[in-house]
């Protein structure tokens, strides 16, 4: 499988939203959040307008021209906040592309670049019981808070 990964392009930044849905921890087929959840308040600021920010990041993965992931990055205050200079990670996959190592390379790919942006480190919150939990340790996070079942996740880039 050759994946490739590079910047999103402008015209594919509406997929955001639907990789937010994606990004959203659903442990059963059957609890699945409607997808107007990704207009709510607390997580519109995840892509709303994005690209127009500075600080405003976003890779893809692309297997045979499509995009299967994305891992984007933002300031912001959201519910992996850390501090005003520490921009928060999202990162999914298409369900069908799940388990394969892409979100591993995007992950790889976005910290290289933050490094690249001069960033000090990058955080992300993620239900403990996510199974993506265990892969964030092995790429340099660590959990900073918890919050109920969330954790705070942090990865110092320097």
Known sequence: MDVQIRPIREREIPLLEEFLYEAIWQPGPGKRLPREVVYSPALRPYVEAFGEREGDCCLVGTVGGRVVGAVWCRCLHGYGWVDAATPELAVALCPEWRGRGIGTQLLRAMLDELR???????????????PAARLYPRLGFRVAEE????????????
């Open 116 to 130: 690249r942006r001069g960033f000090c480190a990058v955080s992300l919150s993620v239900q403990r019981d996510n």
């Open 147 to 158: 919050r109920g079942g969330e954790w705070i996740m942090l990865c110092e880039l320097r």
